[in-house]
Structure formats: C-alpha cells, structure tokens
C-alpha cells in the first residue's frame, strides 16, 4: 500500500468499525439492551485504542479480543439479522488481518457455538474460511476444531450447507498443507542440502497428519459425546 493511501486506508477502516458498531446498537437496543450497551462501550474503546497507535490496523490488531466482543455477544443472540451484521463486522477484521491468535480462537469457539444452533451455517463456513486462508494464527488444536466444525456441517441434512462444507474441508486442508510447506522450506545448502530437504519434507507430513489426527479426535469426541 502506498504511503500516501495508508491516512485514508486508516481513516475507512476507523469508520466502518464504527458504523458497525453503531448499527448493532441501533438493531439490539430493543429486545437486546445489554448488547447496545455492549455496542457502544465498543466504541468508546476502539476510539480510546486507535488514538495510542499511528497504524489503525495495528491498534485493531493489537486488542482485538476485546474489540470483537460486541460482535461475539451479537452472535449469541441467535437473531438472525444481529448474527449476519456480526459476522459480517468478524470477517471485515480477519480480512484487513486486523486479528490476534487469542481473537482467532475465540472466533472458533463463537463460530463452534453457532454450527451448534444451525445458526447461518453457510456465512459460518466463509467465516472459518477467511480465518485460516488470510493468515496462519490458526494452529495445533484451534485449527482441529476448525476443520472439525466444516466436517460436521458435512453430515448436515441440508444439501447446501453439506456441500459447501464438503468444498470448505477441501480448500482449508489444501491451505494448510500449503501454510506448511511455505513456513518450512528454504532452499538447501551444501553437500547435506537434500538430506536436510528430505527430513523437511517429513516434518511437513508430520504436523500436517497431527493437525488433522487432532481434528479426527475430536470429532469422534463430539459424536460420542465424551
């Protein structure tokens, strides 16, 4: 981005948060009073945040755990109108990478919560997909559960909501091979290069076989209940 864009790039990123929040206050201030609360004190922190940092994405960043929070209370609501506002706010951050490992996991557990209820199911899994395609601070057990939500949506009755998530399995597991294969290569060096490729090639099928032993784990876990 050039340096020029970046005061104005700050400035409509400033007032979409904003605008987003006020929109759910508005939406929440008759039948959820302690969610336009929320909204408002929402706010009144981003604005208190993004005046310590030059680089709004980086104020965002940097306290998105909390910043997130109105959204994931809109999302508990279980309105269909509030959850669709609040996701759609969700991925504006994931995409801007406006989002910290702590805020990801907390995504999941709200995107978990939701899959739960059938609630929005196919803007959930475009959800789950921005998250682990924009960046790679999904990982070990929060990455599990990740691909364990789209499998289980996979077994829905719905025949959309089925083959979406059959297609969303696919792109994530591609993605995180992928992820792993640009995080460990380097070219090799010296006589001992094409060993050292070789035992590199055996990592990356190894964390990529833990993540999705963890995700198989925890997915018999679910359906037994245990």
Not at 28 to 49: D, F, Y
Not at 105 to 122: D, F, K, R
Not at 167 to 194: H, K, M, N
């Amino acid at each position: 981005m050039a340096v020029t864009e970046k005061p104005a790039f700050n400035k409509k990123l400033l007032e979409n948060i904003q605008n987003d929040l006020k929109a759910l206050a508005i939406e929440a201030r008759k039948r959820h009073p302690h969610l336009k609360e929320a909204a408002e004190s929402g706010i009144i922190r981003v604005q208190n945040t993004v005046s310590r940092y030059d680089d709004i994405r980086l104020a965002f960043l940097s306290e998105s755990p909390e910043i997130l929070e109105p959204f994931f209370m809109g999302c508990d609501t279980k309105s269909t109108k509030i959850v669709q506002m609040s996701l759609t706010s969700i991925q504006r951050l994931i995409t801007l990478e406006a989002v910290s490992a702590t805020a990801a996991n907390n995504i999941i557990t709200c995107l978990w919560a939701l899959m739960e209820s059938g609630t929005e199911e196919l803007k959930l899994l475009q959800t789950v997909t921005l998250l682990i395609t924009t960046n790679a601070i999904v990982q070990g057990e929060t990455l599990a559960k990740a691909i364990v939500l789209c499998f289980r949506l996979h077994f829905t009755k719905n025949s959309t909501t089925n083959n979406t998530a059959s297609a969303t399995v696919r792109q994530l597991v591609s993605a995180v091979f992928e992820r792993i294969i640009a995080e460990d290569y380097s070219p090799p060096e010296g006589p001992s290069g094409q060993n050292n490729l070789h035992l590199r090639n055996l990592k990356v099928v190894a964390v990529f076989h833990q993540n999705l032993c963890l995700a198989m784990l925890q997915m018999v876990l679910c359906c037994f209940k245990i």
